[in-house]
Every structure is written in C-alpha cells, then in structure tokens.
C-alpha cells in the first residue's frame, strides 16, 4: 500500500524517517519515495502512526497497544524527536491501563502471536503473562476485579455493577476458582503453555491448573467430546489439523501433574484414545497408560473398552494396552503397598485403601474378560495372562473370572482338554459361591477334573452351613431349656415344668432321629442304583453317566454323618440337662427341709 505524505511531519517524530528521507534527498531524485515492507502491523499500523504525525489523536486500545508500541521503537519515535512521542505514551497506555485489566492483558497478549519477535524483544508478552498470572492466582472476591468477566457487564473497583459509568449497587455473585478457564483458552497453544508454566512456578494450586489443562484440550480436541451431549460439544469445538492435535496431545501430556487424582480417569482415557487414533509419539502414549494406570481403580468398563487402532487389527479391542495399564497399576500398587509398610501410625489405613483399590480392579478385569471372551481373534494366552495378572487376594469370589472363561469356552469350542484345564486352574473353586457352584457342577463345557473339584467345593460348603444350622438349632433348644430353668425357678411348679420340657426334648430328639433315617434311606436306594448300573455297563463308560451322582453319594453320606453327630451332641446336651435338673430338685427340697 503506498502513502502520500508530507516530509516534515515523518522526519519530525521518527529518526527512521529522518534517515530515510535524508538518503533518498541525496539521490537527488524529484520525489522521495521510500520503503518501509517489515514494519510491526503492515499498512493498517503505519496509517496509525501517519495519523500521529499530523498531530490526529489516535484511540489506543487493546487491539492496537501492542502494534503501536513496536511500531513506535521500530520507527524510533523517541522523545529526542519531539515530546511526548508515541513510544512514550503507548508505554503509558499499557502499564496504567492494559496491564491492570484482565481483559485487557489478555487481548494484548493474543495480538502478541502476529509480532511474536517485536514482543519479545520489548519484553511485551512476559509483561501480559505475569499480569495474568497475578490476577488468576489472587482471589477475585478480595480485590473486587477482574473488571470484565467472561465479557459481562462493568464493574466498580468495589464490586458493584455499572451502567453507563453509574454505580448501580448490586452485587456480582462470588468468582470460583475456574473463572479464568474459558478466557485463556482463546490464547493460542505456545502462549497457553507459557501462562501455565508461569501459573505453576508461582506456585497456584495444581488441581487448579489441571482443571484448565483439561477445559483447553476439550476445546480443540473433537474426539474427547465425542460422548457428550451435541449442544455442548459443537459450543466449544474448535477445528485444528492432525499435526496441531498432536503437538497439543504432547504439551498437555507434559503439563499435566504426574500424580492421583488431579484429573478425571475419563478424560485420560480420552487422550489416549485420541492419541492412538492420530497415531501420536509412543512416549506420549505411554505417558498416558502410566498416569491411567496410578488411578486404574476409579475406571468403569466402558472406559476399557478400547478399540483395537493398530494395522494388525487382531483383536476387536486393544487387549495389550488395557494389559500395560493393568502392569503400571501393580507397580504403582506394590510401591504404595511398601510405604504403608513403613508407616506406623497410618499403615493399616493405607494397607485397606489399597487393598480396596485392587479389589475393584480386579472386578473391573474380570468384567472386561467377560467382555472381550466372545472374540474369536482373541487368543489363549493374551486371555489366560491378562487373567492371572490379577492377584489371587484380590478377588474375594472368583465368580465373576469363572464367568468370562465361561463365556471364552463357549466361543472357543475347538480348545484341547488341555488348554482349557490350563484356564480352568486360573480360578479358585473354594471362593466360588454356591450358586457358581451348582452351574458348574452342571456345566458341559469344563473338564471332569474340574467338575469334581467344584462338586467338592459345594460339598464342603453344604456341611458348613448344616454343621452352622445344626449348631443354631441347638443353641435355641438350650435357649429354650433356660428360660423354662428359670420360669420353674420362680414358679415354683419345678416337678411339672421339668416333664414338658423332657417332653419337648424328646419330640425334637425323635424328629432329629426321623431326617437322619431318611437321608440313610436315600443313601442306600442310591448304592443300589450304582451297582444295578455297574453290572450292566463297563467302568469307562459307566463313569461319564455316573461321576455326578456318585459325587452326590459321597455329599449326601457325609451330611448324613453331620446330622449323626449333631444327633449326638444334642442327646449328651438332653443328658448333662436332665441332670442339672435333678440337682435342682434335690437342693430345693433341701431348702424346704430346713425351713
């Protein structure tokens, strides 16, 4: 763009322009032409500076300030070339005024990004960073700003709001500490990171600093909001290329404190999908399974329902990085485990909290195995080592991983005897419950020895519960026989009460002796049945028919022999009460005699 322009207003103000015109007057040349083609802020600016020459006042602004004051040393408009010169009241402008707004500065600081060379040599963005710093660690509620809030109305230094320049006495309602988060996030991606940076050296609150990382990357990430609502996802969205992307997915990976608990267990799985899908570096994806894996314990199933990215596409979804995730959680796991160790006051507090944590983690990879078992591509050995990665501690009840190898037989029907043994002894058949008990002894799909180790298992557990059922009721009837003691006591009708409590006794003794003949009964028609089946089958063919029910023989005959000595246990408890009784008597005819 070319300017017409008189000589003596330029040479008066800028020392460039004097040399400028001076050279070209040299020349001898009938009109003075020069060039100016790298000024700060091109033609727009220089019409501005033009402007000032002449003596027309210029509005500065937030938007200009900055091209301005660099234009002004650029040109050299000292105040050697007249008094109050542009450098000296853009310098003005922009410490009583940009630098105390917060709105301001953060105008200022954006335009920074056009002349980022200028800037930095005026030291003009670090002047804009530290005054936002300043003002985001400070609390707002104290000092009455920021003046413009997210582009609200005015406010009084005391508060208040204004209309038209007229304090209007009501009150604004009080900041939180995220006030900040949706106006830096307009800074671009180098000076976003520079704020924070300074933000973190000063010593603001990390948990306040990673709630803006999070809000940024949300804004400019299109996959992290792909599972929210459209309104609110398509509101903040903001389109950038892959390279863009990456280079932020690397920043915020940097940025982000490496510790527990500072961001949502979501978002990082987020950025890891993210990562995968733009085929990110692999530090920064690695970065990302460690920090899922220090909080793996706050995770749901969907968020480890990864799809499989990578060109090999063997799995439906990604078994490997769910299995590394996993890796990072023991570690950090038995790190934690050891410190709680060494502690004396708080260790059994941080042993349960851990001990909590691993238990959850292990729900959540046996409900993943149920998951990913129906995958044909899914290999035995990924399955078998991301199931026996899981301590065996950590799982109260094997149920749910006796579940997903359920399912992963089911979908692999071609599997040797062999390799599903070898998948079979993952679990513990003692901490199934009864219920996974009785579907497995019934279950076609395992292999015999496993059958009977369950049928065991249930065995044992069935005369636990008779043993504990045999021993209540026992408890009851001497309950019973206690308080009749003591109503015979004092009632006084000790002779009567004794035979109806003998009585009772007796019943429950015969009705007792009744259910143990039966089961004796059952057990013998069962004996029978087996030999009738020897007879007409071989042992190798008749073992397949006859395995379950000769199992059920055994369970049956040893309840019989708990409900014998429950029997008997409760006769010599009948006995020791008779003769409690009759020493009753004596000693009360006793009393009676010496009255």
Request: glycine share 8%.
């Amino acid at each position: 763009m070319s300017f017409h322009l008189h000589k003596f207003p330029l040479l008066s103000r800028s020392g460039v322009m004097e040399r400028l015109i001076a050279e070209a007057s040299e020349e001898g040349e009938r009109g003075c032409i020069t060039k100016l083609s790298d000024i700060p802020g091109g033609a727009k600016t220089f019409e501005l500076v033009a402007k000032f020459c002449y003596g027309v006042k210029l509005e500065l602004t937030s938007s200009n300030i900055v091209f301005l004051r660099c234009a002004a040393e650029y040109l050299e408009m000292l105040e050697d070339y007249g008094d109050d010169n542009l450098i000296s009241q853009t310098e003005i402008f922009l410490n009583q005024v940009v630098l105390r707004n917060w709105k301001d500065a953060l105008i200022a600081l954006q335009t920074c990004d056009d002349i980022p060379f200028h800037t930095e040599e005026l030291r003009i963005t670090k002047r804009c960073i530290e005054s936002l710093v300043v003002k985001a660690s400070t609390d707002p509620n104290l000092l009455g700003w920021p003046v413009m809030e997210h582009g609200g109305p005015m406010r009084s230094p005391g508060g208040s709001l204004l209309w038209n320049g007229i304090s209007t006495g009501t009150r604004p309602k009080n900041s939180r500490s995220d006030w900040w988060y949706e106006d830096v996030s307009n800074l671009s991606l180098s000076l976003y990171t520079r704020l924070i940076s300074a933000m973190e050296s000063r010593g603001m609150k990390r948990e306040i600093i990673a709630g803006s990382l999070a809000f940024y990357t949300k804004k400019y990430l299109p996959g992290l909001n792909q599972r929210q609502g459209t309104s609110e996802s398509s509101r903040h969205l903001t389109s950038q290329s892959e390279e863009d992307q990456k280079l932020l997915l690397d920043e915020i990976d940097r940025l982000l404190p490496m510790q527990k608990g500072f961001v949502s267990t979501k978002f990082l799985f987020g950025l890891l999908r993210t990562a995968m899908i733009l085929r990110a570096s692999p530090s920064c994806i690695s970065s990302l399974e460690r920090r899922i894996g220090m909080q793996l314990d706050e995770a749901t199933l969907e968020d480890l329902l990864m799809p499989n990215f990578s060109y090999s596409m063997e799995t439906l979804y990604d078994v490997d990085c769910v299995q590394r995730i996993l890796e990072h959680f023991l570690a950090v796991d038995q790190v934690e485990g050891g410190a709680s160790l060494c502690s004396v006051d708080d260790g059994q507090l941080m042993g349960l909290v851990s001990l909590t944590a691993i238990t959850m983690v292990a729900k959540l990879i046996d409900g993943y195995l149920a998951e990913i078992a129906p995958d044909i591509s899914l290999k035995l050995p990924k399955f078998h080592y991301l199931a026996a990665a899981v301590p065996d501690y950590a799982r109260p009840l094997d149920d749910g991983l006796y579940r997903a190898i359920d399912i992963y037989l089911k979908s692999h029907p071609w599997l040797v005897d062999s390799d599903k043994e070898q998948l079979c002894r993952l679990m513990d058949c003692q901490k199934l419950s009864l219920e996974a008990c009785t579907h497995a002894a019934q279950n076609e799909r395992l292999p015999v020895r496993i059958i009977i180790q369950v049928l065991y298992s249930e065995q044992l557990q069935l005369r636990t519960s008779i043993a504990c059922g045999s021993f209540s009721d026992n408890l009851d009837v001497s309950r019973q026989l206690r308080s009749g003691l003591a109503g015979s006591t004092t009632g006084g009708g000790g002779g009567a009460t004794a035979l109806n409590e003998n009585q009772i006794l007796k019943l429950g003794m015969d009705s007792m002796r009744m259910r143990v003949s039966e089961l004796e009964k059952e057990c013998s028609n069962m004996k029978q049945e087996i030999e009738k089946l020897g007879r007409v089958k071989g042992p190798s063919s008749m073992w397949g028919s006859v395995s379950k029910r000769l199992l059920g023989f055994k369970m049956k005959s040893q309840m019989c022999s708990a409900l014998e000595g429950s029997v008997s246990n409760q006769n010599d408890g009948g006995e020791m009460i008779e003769k409690a009784k009759d020493k009753h008597g004596k000693h009360k005819k006793h009393l009676s005699l010496d009255g």
